[in-house]
């Protein structure tokens, strides 16, 4: 699809960063935005006046306003697939009928989760949820970052199909005081499913009574759990129209819910639906999803970025890159257009990162002095997560800020270069009031609602994966005939470590 706004952005002149805010003495109010417990600081980006103009010109062109109507009206904006994608009726905000659905199924998640407090399933104190993408990361990194102390239970998420993961779970738990928690949409993912197996004949070797009866499913495919043993007063659904990498507002979200209890929950949901009507009713120019977008859409098409950095400045998000990287490289790493057309341009750049200060003292040299630009994200809250001394909070704050501002303004020496640093290297920061249901809610709902403003912009659909599949294809071949039909290189690799067929 080609783009007389883009063409236009691509020929604007360049802002250096090191001099910006001196030729812009108000830059700072302009690019920064504040939503509810989070400010959104693109100030130390290439955004100006031209820039944001051309942007909304982009939108325009691609009709941002109608998909994103499209989007909460529930209709199929999942072209590809035919399907709505309803992960904000799940928070009240989407279609009416799809929002008074998803009520119902919380209310039922709702009262498994007291039933389970109650010790109708028997004791439990330890919650083994068995998924894998985006039925895994959501609610891992919701439960890493908001379990703090005095844990009501001990949550494990195993996804990987390798039995050490699942192993080293099995060791450290009481099958008897376990409960098994098999999420996935489809209920056929291969990894999930033997997960599964293995752990139901765990508890039936360690002679657990009613091993079934102390597994619960979260599932949009409600029959296969119940054909797989599962009961149907244990089995959560969800609907078809929530995506997977969309899910942990749905029951896929249950081991917080159950962990955090029920209130911290709904106030992650809340927390979502404010960003969702922001998102749905800001005027685009303070549209902090779609602002982002158009960040994101100058480094990836304009100056030809390949990837973009995120560093959580804060333990209890330590988990947010990994979680963005499915979220954005699933979504949004496609090739063709909406209308099947290869793209011209770039799609989803590279989402990698880590937490801070640790990366600061292993990937930080490439981002000051390498040769490959880099924009980065700085996530971080005003509040510890801890009650230890001040001074850790403190210190962990100057350094993100340090970051942002050696990036920014780099510094010259002409006598040694390889003490120079180029500077003009862009960062966002985005700064929470506190890691609470609520902002966490807000600030994953903006990297959902940020990722589809992207998509559009690029004209692709974002709800699909069908990049996905032919690998789960050839694995099944595989895995059912052995090394027939495949390159030298593959087949001589099937061979050696799995035997020839
Ligand atoms: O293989 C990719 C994928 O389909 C993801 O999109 C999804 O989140 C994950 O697998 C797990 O799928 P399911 O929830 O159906 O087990």
């Not at 139901?200 to 009866?213: K, L, Q, R, T």
């Not at 209890?316 to 793209?343: C, F, H, I, W």
């Not at 002409?414 to 500077?423: E, F, M, V």
């Not at 862009?426 to 600030?443: K, M, N, W, Y």
């Amino acid at each position: 699809m080609t783009s007389a706004a883009l063409a236009a952005l691509s020929q604007m002149p360049q802002i250096d960063l090191r001099t910006v805010f001196r030729t812009d003495p108000v830059r700072l109010s302009k690019y920064v935005l504040s939503h509810g417990p989070i400010r959104f600081d693109w100030s130390k980006t290439h955004l100006t006046d031209a820039v944001v103009a051309g942007f909304l010109d982009l939108a325009d062109e691609r009709g941002f306003a109608t998909r994103r109507d499209a989007l909460f009206a529930g209709e199929a904006v999942n072209v590809t697939e035919g399907r709505a994608a309803e992960h904000p009726a799940e928070r009240g905000e989407g279609h009416p009928e799809s929002v008074a659905r998803a009520k119902i199924l919380h209310q039922r998640m709702r009262a498994l989760i007291d039933a389970i407090e109650a010790e109708a399933l028997g004791p439990v104190r330890h919650i083994l949820h068995i998924g894998i993408g985006g039925s895994a990361l959501g609610p891992e990194l919701i439960v890493d970052a908001l379990d703090g102390d005095g844990a009501r239970y001990d949550v494990a998420i195993v996804s990987n199909v390798d039995g050490v993961a699942l192993e080293r779970v099995m060791d450290r738990f009481d099958p008897a005081a376990t409960l098994i928690a098999i999420a996935s949409k489809t209920f056929t993912t291969t990894e999930t499913m033997l997960n599964a197996a293995s752990a139901i004949n765990w508890m039936i070797e360690a002679g657990v009574d009613d091993p079934y009866g102390r597994v619960v499913a979260l599932t949009a495919a409600p029959e296969r759990a119940m054909e797989w043993g599962v009961d149907e007063t244990r089995v959560l659904p969800f609907s078809e129209s929530v995506g997977g990498r969309y899910s942990l507002w749905s029951s896929i979200g249950f081991p917080a819910a159950l962990a955090l209890g029920w209130d911290a929950f709904e106030s992650l949901l809340e927390g979502a639906a404010t960003m969702d009507r922001h998102f749905r009713l800001s005027d685009p120019r303070e549209n902090a999803p779609l602002i982002a977008a158009f960040v994101d859409q100058y480094y990836a098409q304009v100056m030809k970025c390949q990837t973009r950095a995120v560093f959580a400045y804060d333990e209890r998000l330590a988990l947010l890159p990994s979680y963005l990287q499915q979220l954005e490289m699933e979504s949004n790493g496609k090739g063709v257009t909406l209308d099947g057309a290869a793209v011209t341009g770039m799609t989803a750049p590279i989402t990698w990162g880590g937490v801070g200060t640790d990366a600061q003292h292993a990937v930080f040299q490439l981002l000051h002095q390498g040769t490959v630009l880099t924009p980065v994200e700085f996530i971080a809250s005003r509040e510890p997560g801890h009650a230890l001394d001040p001074a850790h909070h403190r210190a962990l704050l100057v350094n993100c800020f340090a970051q942002g501002a050696a990036l920014m303004q780099g510094r010259g020496n002409d006598a040694d270069p390889a003490r120079a640093y180029p500077g003009g290297r862009p960062s966002t920061t985005i700064l929470l009031d506190d890691v609470t249901p609520h902002a966490l809610g807000a600030l994953i709902a903006f990297y959902e609602h940020r990722t589809f403003a992207n998509a559009v912009l690029m004209g692709i659909n974002p709800f699909d994966q069908f990049g996905v599949e032919l690998g789960k294809e050839i694995a099944r071949s595989i895995g059912a005939a052995g090394a027939k039909g495949f390159d030298p290189s593959t087949t001589a690799l099937i061979d050696i470590a799995l035997g020839a067929a």
